[in-house]
């Protein structure tokens, strides 16, 4: 798959040793931003080639989401054949990226022996090389035991894998920073990227963590509700749920018109000496200020509450399936997504990269079936024979 040359990583090469999602989501994004991106997989694919959700047909509609744009190579990676030759096409891009840890045939000092130059970006699970996955940083993180309603019982998960997907994210940053230095000065980046680091520093950097440290204070369960600001969700007389947030002032003086609370409000601001000009306050005070907005929305169908709020500066939305997005022109209408063909799971519409370069998009483009470029890449890139290749595939070193 060529990339086209007006992207910005246009005729950068990176092999991609990975599964699940970090740097699988790591190499996409790169791939999306022009470069060329090999993954290589064990022969019958990594643990994750066959992971759910999965077409009628028992085709990984997750694996195809996560590897548009790359080119996939099979090889026997137990083999001392098919090491080398995976370290051949290592060398020749000049780029690693790869979740598989502790493998001494491709660590950075192996490789950089024979490249010295080399970016090599390895994700663990924590600092100490000890093993984590999303779930397992998240559950000792403190998220899940601050995810529900007040009266929850035990921990929540959050479906979303967030350190995942924010740990593929800062694998980009730390390629392109690596890219930005060896242009520069030459060297090449032995970069390490612990999953547990990226929950923590998130953690960290949002307050979660220096708020105990400085105040000991543990954050409480909010349900919807939100820390330190109002917000909260309503429903209408038909079902529907609303999402609504009150950032500013006149977000809430917004608020209080449209639900005819305006002189209730400002008794309970009275009554208990409060001043609803101040964030907190609203906050604190969120439980009774919910008591007074919610008999608006329950008097209201979902389409007259969405009529009135869309004539207010107020922060709002309904709540929506995944099924009501997909079909929703958020998704439809959104130069976001194109059209796509993808071979074995059917056509959709897929989203290239969030942000658009000039008031364009990326488009995307079919996610490959495992081993589908083998051949294609020992030829352009090992300038292989075909003999030599059919050779390779006969002895199991490699498939196609």
Known sequence: MTASPDL????VRIVEISSFVAV?????????LGAEVIRIDPIGGAADYQRWPLTDGGVSIYWAGLNKGKRSVAADMRSPEGQQLIQRLIVDAGILITN???????SHETLSAQRPDLIHLEVVGRADGSTGVDY???AATGFPLVTGSPDQRGPVNHVLPAWDVSCGLYAVIAVLAALRRRDSTGQGSAIRLPLDDVALATAANLGFLTEVMVTGTQRPRLGNAIYGQYGQN?????????????????????????????????????????DFTDEGQRYEHREVLNGLFAPWFRSHTADEIAAALSGTSILWNRYQS???????????????????????????????LP???DGTHT????????????????????????GEIAGLVESGTVAT
């Open 322 to 352: 995944f099924a009501e997005a997909a079909e929703s022109p958020r998704v439809t209408a959104n130069p976001l997504f194109a059209p796509l063909e993808q071979p074995r799971v059917g056509s959709h519409l897929a989203p290239g």
């Open 355 to 357: 942000m658009s370069v």
């Open 136 to 138: 397992t940083v998240n």
């Open 234 to 274: 309503f429903s209408s007389n038909d079902g529907a749920w609303f999402m609504i947030v009150a950032l500013t002032n006149r977000h809430f003086r917004d608020l209080t018109e449209l639900t005819g609370t305006t002189k209730a409000v400002a008794a309970v601001a009275e009554a208990f000496g409060a």
């Open 100 to 106: 598989v840890a502790g493998r001494q045939w491709h």
């Open 363 to 386: 488009v995307p483009s079919p996610a490959p079936a495992l081993g589908d470029d083998t051949a294609a890449v020992l030829s352009e890139r090992l300038g292989m024979s075909a």
């Open 8 to 11: 910005p990583l246009a005729g």
């Open 24 to 32: 699988p989501l790591a190499g996409m994004t790169l791939a999306q």
